[in-house]
């Protein structure tokens, strides 16, 4: 694998990234009593951060990469929509996919880290499905973009907030078969089955026993790898699925390439490392993985430099993108 040559090609890959956006607060502080008013800590609040979350995490690892993201999705016409694009603009990131919403809000996680450990999170947000109207205005946006940029490929990120929907997975994934542009997905149990004939299927251990209602036995790598070559089995006959890519957590990752008429599967198992934080590993999989896809590159390399990215965000505390240096600095090392 040549990684100079994969990461100079990125500067030419678009990518369209369709799913839930939302702002990651983080509020930093020290504690030093417990509340008189209940038994609770006191956080005297030291740092204040906002992040780019969800689906937005997923473009800004894209950008991350080298790439050019394209954010699809559907925000509250809110504050929080004004602070979301004010982070954007400092990425200098394409915002001409973003709908504002009279009817809905912009989704906001808050955490509390006090004296370095989670102390809280509280979230703001609707998971209604979009409303007719807001569902046409995303995907008239979409075909217009279609129309406007070469795709080199559509990541569908699900954060079961309601903005991608079962008719925007149908109407998404046509589109996308029509323009021959690969599809990724990384799904939520409501809509686990919705997606069909998409190029790669990305869900985790625990998702992927919610959405098909089924025990993986982990045990060991062998019955491991038995229980999810059977798994793999089923989600490409009922949803023609050409990858199943599954992330394992501390065991690794799991991939069944269906593409060659037979199916080639593989684990690998995680990078040895110091695990600080695994929040928005599952972001950062699913764009190198799309990425390392749309250049071209055998399976086996696809899922290694995933797994590489993806055990290199659990480093850091809280939801961070890919350092581009570091990883190409360990990929040549590997």
């Known amino acids: 694998m040549n990684i100079d040559l994969f990461f100079q ?20 502080g020290d504690v030093s009593r417990i509340s008189p008013e209940a038994p609770v800590p006191i956080v005297a609040i030291t740092q204040r951060e906002q992040r780019l979350g969800g689906a937005a995490n997923v473009a800004l690892n894209i950008h991350s990469m080298g790439a050019n993201p394209i954010i699809c999705s559907v925000l509250g016409n809110d504050d929080h929509n004004k602070e979301f694009q004010q982070i954007m603009y400092g ?3 394409d915002k001409r996919g973003i709908i504002s919403s009279d009817v ?12 370095k450990m989670h102390i809280v999170r509280v979230d703001e947000e609707d998971t209604m499905y979009l409303n007719s109207n807001d569902e046409e205005a995303l995907l008239d946006r979409i075909r ?42 990384d799904p939520k149990h409501r809509n686990f089955a919705s997606y069909h004939d998409v190029t790669l299927f990305k869900p985790n251990l625990k998702e992927l026993r919610e ?26 006959k009922r949803q023609h ?40 590993a599952g972001d950062t999989v699913i764009s190198v993985a799309t990425l390392a896809l749309a250049a071209g590159l055998p399976i086996e390399e696809v899922v290694s430099i995933a797994n590489h990215a993806g055990g290199l965000v659990c480093e850091q505390v809280g939801v961070v993108p890919i350092d581009r240096q570091r990883l190409m600095d360990e990929l040549n090392e590997a």
């Open 104 to 115: 809905r809000r912009t989704t906001v996680k808050s955490r509390v880290i006090g004296n």
């Open 241 to 280: 699925i050409d990858i199943i890519f599954i992330t394992l957590s501390d065991k690794g990752v799991y991939v069944c390439d269906f593409r060659s008429g037979k199916h080639r599967s593989l684990i690998l198992p995680a990078q040895l490392r110091s695990v600080a934080d695994v929040s928005g």
């Open 144 to 185: 217009r973009i279609l129309k406007q940029v070469p795709i080199s490929a559509i990541i569908l990120q699900d954060y079961d907030k309601g903005v991608i929907t079962p008719h925007v997975i149908d109407v998404v994934t046509e589109l996308a078969r029509k323009k021959k542009i690969i599809t990724t997905v």
């Open 9 to 28: 090609s990125l500067g030419q890959q678009n990518v369209m990234i369709i799913g839930d956006v939302m702002i990651d607060a983080y509020m930093w």
């Open 91 to 93: 990425y200098d990131m």
């Open 211 to 236: 959405g098909l209602n089924i025990e993986i036995d982990d045990s060991s790598v062998e019955s491991l790898q038995r229980d999810l070559d059977a798994a793999a089995q089923v989600i490409h």
